[in-house]
């Protein structure tokens, strides 16, 4: 297996106190999408900060402890954490 190299954007991000979606996603290892699903489904998700008329952001803090408190609170494997769990499926149409 090959070591990652170091993304040079990651440097970026560690000195940014507030995070585009797009970051947040990078930050996290997940697909942009997914952020707002997170967001959409769990009430202690840090909240969208408006700087802008089109720029939102987070607080890199608020999702550095959202992140802690759901390592704290996973049951997954340890070095794991389950960001959301998947629901059984789409409903079935009757």
Same mark, same amino acid.
């Given at each position: 297996? !090959?070591?990652?190299?170091?993304d040079?954007?990651?440097?970026?991000?560690?000195? !940014?106190?507030? +995070?585009?979606?797009? *970051? =947040?996603a990078? @930050?996290?290892? #997940?697909?942009?999408?997914? $952020?707002?699903? $997170?967001? *959409? /489904?769990?009430?202690? &998700?840090?909240? *969208?900060i408006r700087? %802008?008329?089109t720029?939102? #952001?987070? %607080?890199?803090q !608020? +999702?550095? $402890? @959202?992140? =802690?408190? =759901?390592? =704290?609170?996973? %049951?997954?494997?340890?070095?794991? #954490?389950?960001? &959301? !769990? /998947?629901?059984?499926?789409r409903?079935?149409? *009757?």
């Amino acid at each position: 297996m !090959k070591e990652e190299e170091a993304d040079p954007e990651d440097d970026d991000l560690g000195s !940014k106190q507030f +995070l585009r979606k797009s *970051e =947040q996603a990078r @930050w996290l290892g #997940v697909n942009p999408r997914t $952020i707002t699903r $997170i967001a *959409e /489904r769990d009430p202690t &998700f840090p909240p *969208e900060i408006r700087l %802008s008329e089109t720029l939102l #952001v987070r %607080s890199r803090q !608020k +999702l550095e $402890i @959202w992140l =802690q408190a =759901q390592t =704290q609170e996973s %049951s997954a494997p340890e070095g794991r #954490v389950v960001l &959301f !769990k /998947r629901g059984r499926g789409r409903p079935r149409k *009757e």
